[in-house]
């Protein structure tokens, strides 16, 4: 792989992160192994704080409002209760809950593929010591013959980087004000 290609399908992660298996895998079994997307980043928050921003998911989609938030500010303080979750519920419009462990993952699927292949993502924490967690969020994705293998392999990992960089970026700046 090429390094400008590994950029766009792995910013920031490892190869050791790379090479588990997440619930994402699970969510979407019959996925291309080939077309996991992968993002991470190291944040100087414990796990618990982190995992109560990744539940703002639930409100928002915390990447640039301007375009997939409808103009409106994610918000930047916690909302009460959205840490409360259970399967099936709606996640930044688009999602839904797959999957959860308290303090260690948020697993999302999308609602109604259509315009989108079908695909689900994890967000993984893992302590790196007690006041810093990695955040690795595994995108899989079912692409569909033509189109995909045409144009959504070569676009999509790109266009997700942009927004979920910034996601990613967000939530970190969002949990190290927390801590």
């Known amino acids: 792989m090429s390094r400008l290609r590994d950029v766009g399908w792995h910013w920031g992660s490892t190869p050791e992160e790379r090479a588990r298996s997440y619930p994402c895998d699970s969510v979407l079994p019959d996925h291309d192994r080939a077309d996991s997307m ?12 982190l995992f109560r921003w990744l539940c703002q998911l639930r409100a928002a989609p915390y990447s640039y409002d301007w375009l997939d938030n409808w103009g409106r500010r994610s918000p930047r303080a916690l909302t009460p ?7 099936g519920q709606r996640v930044m419009g688009l999602f839904e809950v797959a999957a959860f462990e308290r303090d260690r993952q948020l697993t999302l699927r999308l609602r109604r593929p259509g315009i989108f292949p079908p695909l689900a993502v994890t967000y993984a924490l893992s302590p790196v010591d007690t006041g ?48």
Do not use: H, N, S, Y
Request: charged share 35%.
């Open 38 to 49: 992968f993002r991470a980043v190291t944040v100087r928050a414990p796990a618990p704080v």
């Open 81 to 87: 209760g959205l840490d409360e979750l259970a399967l």
């Open 132 to 179: 810093r967690c990695r955040l690795v969020a595994k995108l899989v994705v079912r692409g569909r013959p033509g189109l995909w293998d045409r144009i959504g392999r070569r676009v999509f990992p790109w266009l997700d980087l942009v927004m979920m960089r910034k996601q990613l970026l967000t939530l970190k700046r969002l949990a190290e004000r927390e801590r």
